[in-house]
């Protein structure tokens, strides 16, 4: 298994890196380890529409805190969905960059990514909405017990 890494918001940077990683993916099984607390939904989106065509060749791995868009690429990877025991699961409602409007265009993109999240979780989009109405980090057991993780590994694997 190779290791594919996201350290940091997810930006247009994140989605040039991931766009480059993606010419040169073999049929590898891949590990994408995760450690964001969020960024840009634009460019998360971006990702996960290149990640779900090839996701049973990804394992989402997340580390630390997997927020907002990060979330949404880690819910792209295959069916195996894991996470280290201390990571925190975050969602929330659609917010715009500081000095902008809420539009209906945030609104579409969260109804999107929550779509998504019921997808992956077995979960229906109103437990979806509840869930990103409390404004709260999830433990790693909760996130396992609402669906986001398929299991809790107590050691990373190892990075390249």
Same mark, same amino acid.
Request: hydrophobic share 35%; with cysteine; net charge negative.
């Given at each position: 298994?190779?290791?594919?890494?996201?350290?940091?918001?997810?930006? #247009? %940077?994140?989605?040039?890196?991931?766009?480059? /990683?993606?010419?040169?993916?073999?049929?590898?099984?891949?590990?994408?380890?995760? *450690?964001?607390?969020? +960024? @840009?939904?634009? *460019?998360?989106? #971006?990702?996960?529409?290149?990640? /779900?065509?090839?996701?049973?060749?990804?394992?989402?791995? +997340?580390?630390?805190?997997?927020?907002?868009?990060?979330?949404?690429?880690?819910?792209?990877?295959?069916?195996?969905? &894991?996470?280290?025991?201390?990571?925190?699961?975050?969602?929330?409602?659609?917010?715009?960059? @500081?000095?902008?409007?809420?539009?209906?265009?945030?609104? %579409?993109?969260?109804?999107?990514?929550? !779509?998504?999240?019921?997808?992956?979780?077995?979960?229906?989009? !109103?437990?979806?909405?509840?869930?990103? %109405?409390?404004? #709260?980090?999830?433990?790693?057991?909760?996130?396992?017990?609402? +669906?986001?993780?398929?299991? &809790?590994?107590?050691?990373?694997?190892?990075? !390249?």
């Amino acid at each position: 298994m190779k290791n594919i890494v996201i350290e940091s918001d997810i930006s #247009k %940077d994140t989605l040039d890196t991931i766009q480059t /990683l993606f010419h040169n993916l073999t049929s590898e099984q891949y590990f994408l380890h995760i *450690y964001s607390h969020g +960024g @840009e939904s634009q *460019y998360a989106e #971006k990702i996960a529409e290149m990640l /779900l065509p090839k996701n049973t060749q990804f394992t989402g791995v +997340g580390h630390i805190l997997v927020a907002s868009s990060a979330l949404l690429i880690h819910q792209s990877c295959g069916v195996d969905r &894991i996470a280290t025991p201390k990571t925190l699961f975050y969602v929330h409602r659609a917010s715009p960059k @500081e000095g902008e409007v809420l539009t209906q265009q945030h609104l %579409d993109a969260e109804r999107s990514h929550f !779509e998504l999240f019921v997808k992956t979780t077995g979960r229906n989009l !109103e437990q979806i909405y509840n869930l990103a %109405d409390q404004n #709260k980090p999830m433990s790693t057991k909760e996130a396992l017990d609402f +669906g986001f993780i398929t299991q &809790i590994v107590k050691h990373p694997f190892p990075r !390249e």
